[in-house]
């Protein structure tokens, strides 16, 4: 019986990956206190692909969406979503309304005018 063996000359490394957003029910309602549903992992780039907001409630809520850069700070600069209407009991796609090629360490953090209404979710691709 003769032993047979793979050799392997290089290493590849997968230079994109996905990777979710924490799927979450908001509780803030203000800035100073928008919650953090994301976080672009270090050293790669993240690409948003998909980011959707259901709203929970039979009453409309407005979300207001950002992406702090890593060290920065939370303010109009770096807001994506304005106060944006979600009508109760519907689900959007913000895909197109927010989104680009983001630095390692940018945040996406949110908040709703009404707690515990809007769920967020979605995913990123990530770039190496």
């Known amino acids: 019986m003769t032993e047979s063996r793979v050799r392997f000359s290089e290493e590849k490394l997968a230079s994109e990956f996905l990777y979710p957003l924490t799927r979450t029910l908001l509780t ?3 800035e100073g206190t928008a919650q953090t549903i994301g976080t672009v992992r270090a050293e790669s780039l993240g690409l ?3 980011l959707v907001v259901s709203n929970q409630t039979g009453t409309d809520a ?3 969406v950002y992406f702090v850069p890593d060290g920065g700070t939370i303010g109009a ?3 994506e979503i304005t106060a944006i209407s979600i009508s ?3 689900s959007v796609d913000l895909t197109d309304l927010a989104g680009g090629l983001y630095e390692g360490g940018t945040q996406i953090r949110a908040f709703a005018s009404t707690g515990s209404a809007l769920m967020l979710m979605g ?3 990530g770039l190496l």
Request: net charge positive; hydrophobic share 20%.
């Open 77 to 79: 600069a770096n807001r």
């Open 88 to 90: 109760g009991n519907t």
């Open 123 to 125: 995913h990123i691709r």
């Open 62 to 64: 407005d979300l207001t």
């Open 28 to 30: 803030s309602t203000t």
């Open 48 to 50: 948003l692909e998909r």
